[in-house]
């Protein structure tokens, strides 16, 4: 009881400092207690089952185990926001319409630091999830709805079947989850007076599921792409190769700033990058012991 209680401790902390109005957000207090009680029920349960859930348009890749990555050069940003645009329309990411910045869902967040001195400058650093390898989310997710495709060792969500607890944002410590305080909102929908390209709720690419109120989402490093290219590499009878599979992030970027690929692969792009830089390569919070596959090339070396 002692891991269940520490977990309730550290979500109160977290929601205190968040003060988020739950009333407004249409949750009332008494279906968030909810959440709470199955969440520290549920707990202990997963922790020794380990039987995550598998969202139902996610199949386990058939060939040889992936374990997919991304490496991204800060020497290469010019922190124009083209991913984090691409990544939102891609997605399906909501746009917020509370006006409060807490509120705001970016799957690719950009982060940016100031530098002084003689020569003053501005330094942005993207930060999409970091698919970790030892993930704290996986385990506080009390109903398994947070797990990993372990044949891609990608990082997803069954947003069907989260509840909403906020457990997982609580225990990511690169803030890289985000939960849905109200229902999906895309302004080109009241623009043109007419649905989107979806069946729900007006999202852009059919390819995505648009999350509903009172779930969590997160980058995904596209997974549905992921998914198309193995599908024409199977249909063509061969393997898929290295580069073709490009996360919306990774097309768009200007710069070149980003490579994905598998890590498995010593011949990939990303491996090689890797190996030739290791002595200018960082990873967050590594001493967390998450194991980061996001990699970053440092900007001043």
């Known amino acids: ?51 995550y859930t598998t969202s139902p348009d996610v199949k386990a890749f058939e060939g040889k185990k992936k374990r997919y990555g991304m490496l991204i050069d800060l020497r290469k940003c010019v922190g124009c926001e083209s991913c984090t645009i691409a990544c939102k329309s891609e997605n399906n990411v909501t746009v917020d319409s509370s006006g409060m910045n807490a509120r705001r869902i970016f799957w690719n967040h950009l982060v940016y630091t100031e530098e002084g001195g003689e020569h003053p400058a501005i330094h942005a650093r993207p930060q999409p999830c970091n698919h970790c390898e030892n993930p704290p989310c996986i385990k506080a997710c009390p109903v398994g709805a947070t797990y990993e495709d372990e044949s891609r060792c ?10 909403g607890c906020r457990m997982c944002t609580v225990y990511c410590p690169y803030s890289r989850r985000y939960f849905n305080w109200e229902k999906p909102h895309f302004p080109h929908v009241e623009r043109l007076d007419e649905k989107g390209m979806t069946a729900s709720a007006g999202g852009f690419n059919p390819s995505v599921q648009v999350r509903t109120k009172g779930v969590t989402e997160k980058c995904t490093f596209c997974i549905h792409r992921i998914i198309a290219a193995e599908e024409r590499a199977k249909k063509e009878w061969r393997e898929v190769r290295d ?13 070149g700033t980003r490579t ?19 002595d200018k390569i960082m990873r967050l919070e590594e001493h967390l012991g998450t194991e980061p596959k996001v990699f970053f090339i440092k900007e001043n070396i």
């Open 243 to 255: 580069g073709e599979i490009q996360p919306a992030c990774t097309a768009t970027c200007i710069g």
């Open 154 to 163: 990608v990082v997803l969500i069954n947003y069907d079947n989260c509840i």
């Open 260 to 278: 994905f690929g598998d890590l498995n692969d010593p011949g990939s792009k990303i491996s090689r990058l890797v190996k030739e830089n290791k």
């Open 1 to 51: 009881m002692e891991y269940n209680t520490d977990k309730l401790k550290n979500m109160e902390k977290k929601n205190e400092i968040i003060k988020e109005d739950e009333q407004s957000a249409g949750i009332s207090r008494m279906d968030f207690l909810k959440g709470v009680a199955i969440a520290a029920l549920g707990g202990a349960a997963l922790l020794t089952t380990k039987k």
